[in-house]
């Protein structure tokens, strides 16, 4: 069974950086696609940045700020989040989409924020 772990979360203050952190434990297949997500309290979660073989992808509020990088070698995605924003709050989730078509869900890493 495969297993995504995170890691990386913490407390920063506005205007710091975090680097998080994915690991699958394992893998059936090759991994096609990376995502992360995010989910801020109160919300429902939303996607945040996607890195295939050959592209990356972010979604606006992050463009500029963060940068999403793999290691195909360690099965391994990270997120480097720069200029953070107390809206950057949230536990992060990372997805992988393998080419057997099957996905799994990391449980989560809790960042905040602080003014």
């Known amino acids: 069974q495969v297993q995504l772990v995170e890691s990386g979360g913490g407390l920063v203050q506005t205007g710091g950086s975090l680097r998080l952190s994915c690991a699958a434990t394992t893998t059936t297949s090759s991994i096609n696609t990376m995502d992360w997500y995010r989910q801020a309290p109160g919300k429902e979660r939303e996607w945040v940045a996607r890195v295939t073989q050959y592209t990356t992808a972010y979604a606006d509020p992050v463009k500029g700020r963060f940068t999403i990088s793999r290691d195909n070698a360690k099965a391994t995605v990270y997120l480097q989040m720069n200029s953070l924003k107390p809206e950057d709050t949230g536990v992060y989730y990372c997805?992988?989409?393998?080419?057997?078509?099957?996905?799994?869900w990391g449980k989560g890493t809790l960042v905040t924020v602080s003014l």
């Open positions: 997805r992988f989409w393998f080419s057997d078509n099957s996905n799994y």
